[in-house]
């Protein structure tokens, strides 16, 4: 006996597969949220409503909308293909010390993967509240064109999370972005700026920044190393400005492949402490107080050309501008 199955024509099977690909039932589950000025009929009024009634069906599979200032903590926990998607003008804010949900944070990914964040701004109450975003144990999360802002910290991701950021805005935090053994891709049209410290890479994490992203007007370190690695790859248009310390690298290292501009960097456009710089061909290092700031100790001196007791090393691949070259400096 013959299978169905094989009765079915290439071309329809193909045709099939897409239709399943593109249609919105792809998704179990499409919810809205409706949150403070919000104006039409919903189907939930807060976030984790939703997120509750969803998971008690599946785990999976889901998409929520939400239209609104939604003035809450809310938890995605064990959630696999999420889709939040926020309509134009929709914030998740942070609803105060008081308040049920994590205590730590205005949004927490728990143990979930391949979750979407879209459309949101995340509203702080600045250096005393949460955390707007915490991402533990949770991979393939994508905040994309978002917003975080006026908080202690704009993300936090730790416990092996992967996430990627792009087409966002992390503004106005204490600290804008940090990662602990971890890994973030940031990209195209993504500004980290107007924070104390735009950046921070801790031990065993990992930073991709690339094409298109600007780390800029940080009142501290734009991008501060503290034993993780830090990459910007691949493609232009990557720009560290005028932040007090464009990059301070300590104990890590930094791996410039991709065409990179430090410049207006009021301290230093690179500092190396006790760690390892690949500078390749293409990247600018301009108008900086000191161009590449490398710090040593009095018995082991740390010259550009070779590792010392400190193991800090710095490579200039040719093509690199560095200008002027009287920038480079070692400091006792």
């Known amino acids: 006996m013959i299978s ?8 329809a099977a193909m045709l ?8 919105s039932n792809a998704f179990a589950n499409n919810v809205t949220v409706g949150c403070a000025g919000s104006v039409g009929v919903f189907d939930y009024n807060s976030l984790q409503s939703a997120l509750n009634a969803l998971h008690a069906i599946s785990s999976r599979d889901h998409q929520i909308t939400v239209s609104g200032t939604c003035t809450e903590s809310a938890i995605v926990f064990d959630f696999q293909n999420l889709r ?7 914030t998740l804010a942070d609803p105060g010390p008081n308040a049920p949900g994590d205590r730590n944070a205005v949004l927490a990914i728990i143990n979930s993967t391949n979750v979407l964040v879209q459309g949101l701004t995340f509203e702080g109450l600045g250096a005393q509240g949460r955390t707007l975003s915490i991402v533990p144990d949770s991979l393939s999360v994508n905040f994309d064109q978002c917003t975080f802002e006026h908080a202690p910290t704009g993300i936090f991701l730790n416990q092996s999370s992967s996430v990627g950021v792009t087409r966002s805005t992390i503004q ?7 990662i602990s053994s971890s890994f973030m891709r940031i990209g195209p049209q993504s500004f980290v700026q107007n924070n104390q410290t735009g950046i921070q890479i801790d031990e065993n994490a990992q930073m991709d920044i690339g094409a298109g992203a600007t780390i800029q007007n940080n009142s501290g370190v ?6 993780g690695r830090l990459r910007f790859c691949c493609g232009g248009n ?4 005028n932040n007090f310390r464009g990059i301070s690298v300590n104990y890590g290292s930094v791996d410039m492949i991709g065409p990179v501009l430090v410049q207006g960097n009021t301290g230093s456009g690179i500092q ?3 760690s390892k710089a690949n500078i390749g061909g293409g990247q600018t290092i301009q108008q900086n107080r000191w161009g590449i700031l490398i710090w040593s100790s009095p018995i082991a001196r ?4 070779r590792a010392t007791a400190w193991s800090c090393v710095i490579i200039l691949r040719p093509g690199c501008q560095v200008t002027p070259l009287a920038e480079t400096r070692e400091m006792e």
């Open 16 to 23: 099939l597969l897409l239709l399943l690909a593109t249609s």
């Open 172 to 178: 106005n935090n204490s600290l804008g972005i940090r």
């Open 222 to 227: 734009g991008v501060l190393v503290t034993g």
């Open 302 to 305: 740390c010259p550009t050309t």
């Open 238 to 241: 990557i720009q560290i400005l």
């Open 84 to 90: 939040i998607i926020g309509n134009p003008g929709a």
């Open 272 to 274: 190396l402490v006790g």
């Open 4 to 11: 169905p199955r094989i009765l079915l024509s290439r071309g």
